[in-house]
Each structure stands twice: as structure tokens, then as C-alpha cells.
């Protein structure tokens, strides 16, 4: 009986413990079989998650780089926009360069011409020079609008060329007829005779004394040489008939000058004609021939002479002549 207990308790015991060992075993068994399949599917997990955290790594990469490209553009964009900028600023600078060439340029060029008309006026003589700040200062002109005629004949009154008698005088304010109402516009005003060679070549102006030089004295016991040479302007203007010269000009050519006869608080320039040359009146007539009737004769159209003495005196003798009648036709 006790045997058998043992024996039973020994089959119990064994049995317990194979029991023991065998739950023992499911239960590993089972738990390795959890983590083989825990394990497979954290493989699995992984498998999937590498795709995708691979994926996500490219966008975010994609995206960085699609950002920087941005930044990049952008920065390109307002880097082309500072060097357009820059580019216009360059060519406006230019252009006002070529515009200050040019403006330098043609200073240079009037600098050159000042420069020369100064040397030339340092060249000139001191009458030149005078005559040159005269001609830049005076304002008003006395001209003498026709020409006169040459030759014209002492004691005559002098001809002009346009048909007539009157020798026309403007008196100028600058490039404009005085005005009416102004003081010398009534002026009196006086015709002398100057030396042909005055004013040669043309010149704008000269000294008041350069003209007063020029003017041709009357010889000895002649009181003027231009009669009836004094008249007023009306209105800045005057034809004046009438003007003679009373003496020749001996073979010369001289001119007819115009100028004020009184003070002026302004200089009035004096006015010239053209060169002409004065005859004496005997001489209007020489040259031509004398026109014989056609019914006169020889002995009608022969020229007369003076009477010839007979006699000739000689330190108180008296001499008989006696010329052949030839020598008297």
C-alpha cells in the first residue's frame, strides 16, 4: 500500500513535473513563437517605414532645395534689376559726357577765335584797335544811302546816281531808323568833304578824331568847301537837294561825309559815301567836238585867232615884224 502510494506519488510527481515541464515548454514555445511574429512584423513595420521615411527625407531635401532655388531666383532677379539700374545710370552718364565734350568743344572753339581776334588786336595799330571797342560801343549811325555821281563839277550841285540832286541821311539806332521823338532825330547835321582814301578797306567804325583828320580844308580864301552843306534831319531822315562843292578835287578821288554839328551826350557815328572825283567846269564841255553848219564854208569855219602886233618893243626900239600870211591860216 505504501509502495503503491510512493509509486503513485511518484507518477503524480512526475506527472506534475512533465506537466510542469511541458506548460513550461508550451509556454516558451509560445512565447518565442510572440516574438518571432512580433519580430516579423517589426521587420515588417521597418520594411514600410524606410519607403516612406525615405520619401519624406526626398521631399524635405526636394523642398530645400526648391526653397534655396527661390531664394536663389529672387536674389538673381533684384541682382538683375541693380545692374539695369546700374546700366541706365552708365548710359545717362555718357550722354551727359558727350554732352560736356561738345559744350567744351565749342568753348574751345569761340576760347580759339577770342584768343586769335585778341592777338590780332594787339597786332593791330592803336587806331585799329580804337576803331574796333569803337565799333562794339557805338550805338548811333549817321548813313548816307545813295552814291554820289563821278565826276562831278566844282560849282555844280551834286548829282547821285539813282537820277537825282538830294543826298539822302538816315540816322540809325542800331540795325533800326532812330525813333521819331527821339533828340537826335532832329539833329543838325553838317556835309564836309573827307579824303577819298579815308575808311579804306571798309571798316565799322572809327575814332571821332580819325574822321576829323580826314577832313579836306578849304584852300586859302575859300570859306567852306561844301555850300549849302547844313541841314536837320525831320524824323531821323532828310533828302537834301542842293549841296555844291566849290572847288576841285585835283585830279583826286575824295568822298562826302555826314556828321553831327552840334554836342551829343552819345557818340554819333559819322556816315561816308562812295569815292568820287570833282571836275572844274571848263572841263564838262572838253573833248567834244564842235559841230560846224552844213552851208558854212572853209573860210567860214576857220578858227580865229588874236590880232598880231606889228611892232615889237625892245629896250625902248620899236621893231617892224613881218610874218607871211601863211602862218596866219
Known amino acids: ?65 526648391i526653397e534655396k532655388l527661390k531664394k536663389k531666383r529672387k536674389k538673381d532677379k533684384e541682382d538683375l534689376r541693380i545692374l539695369k539700374e546700374h546700366v541706365r545710370i552708365l548710359t545717362e552718364n555718357i550722354r551727359l559726357l558727350k554732352e560736356g565734350h561738345e559744350y567744351l568743344k565749342s568753348k574751345i572753339k569761340e576760347m580759339r577765335k577770342e584768343g586769335c581776334a585778341e592777338i590780332d588786336h594787339y ?17 548811333f549811325r549817321l548813313v548816307i544811302e545813295n552814291s554820289v555821281k563821278t565826276p562831278i563839277y566844282k560849282n555844280e550841285t551834286v548829282e547821285t546816281n539813282d537820277g537825282g540832286n538830294a543826298i539822302r541821311v538816315i540816322l540809325y539806332d542800331g ?13 543838325k547835321v553838317d556835309l564836309v568833304v573827307i579824303e577819298g582814301r579815308f575808311n579804306e578797306p571798309n571798316q565799322d567804325s572809327w575814332s571821332k578824331e580819325e574822321f576829323m583828320k580826314s577832313i579836306i580844308p578849304p584852300r586859302e580864301g575859300m570859306r567852306r568847301l561844301v555850300k549849302n552843306g547844313t541841314f536837320y534831319l525831320i524824323g531821323g531822315i532828310h533828302d537834301h537837294p542842293g549841296a ?36 572844274e567846269g571848263k572841263t564838262k564841255n572838253r573833248g567834244k567836238h564842235t559841230k560846224f553848219r552844213a552851208n558854212d564854208t572853209a573860210e567860214d569855219n576857220r578858227l580865229s585867232y588874236p590880232p598880231v602886233p606889228s611892232t615889237v618893243e625892245r629896250n625902248g626900239e620899236a621893231f617892224c615884224l613881218s610874218l607871211p600870211l601863211s602862218f596866219l591860216h
Open 1 to 65: 500500500m505504501g509502495k503503491r502510494k510512493e509509486d503513485q506519488l511518484t507518477d503524480d510527481s512526475s506527472s506534475s513535473s512533465t506537466s510542469f515541464y511541458s506548460k513550461q515548454h508550451r509556454h516558451r514555445h509560445y512565447h518565442n513563437g510572440e516574438t518571432s511574429r512580433s519580430k516579423d512584423r517589426t521587420l515588417t513595420l521597418l520594411e514600410i517605414k524606410d519607403p516612406i521615411q525615405d520619401k519624406e527625407s526626398m521631399e524635405a531635401k526636394f523642398s530645400r532645395k
Open 123 to 139: 597786332k593791330a595799330s592803336p587806331s585799329q584797335r580804337c576803331r574796333s571797342k569803337l565799333s562794339q560801343s557805338t550805338r
Open 175 to 187: 540795325g533800326n531808323t532812330v525813333a521819331p521823338d527821339h533828340p537826335l532825330a532832329s539833329a
Open 244 to 279: 555844291i562843292i566849290t572847288d576841285n578835287s585835283q585830279k583826286k578821288e575824295v568822298k562826302l561825309g555826314v556828321m553831327i554839328a552840334v554836342h551829343t551826350e552819345e557818340r554819333v557815328l559819322e556816315g561816308v559815301s562812295n569815292p568820287f572825283k570833282v571836275q
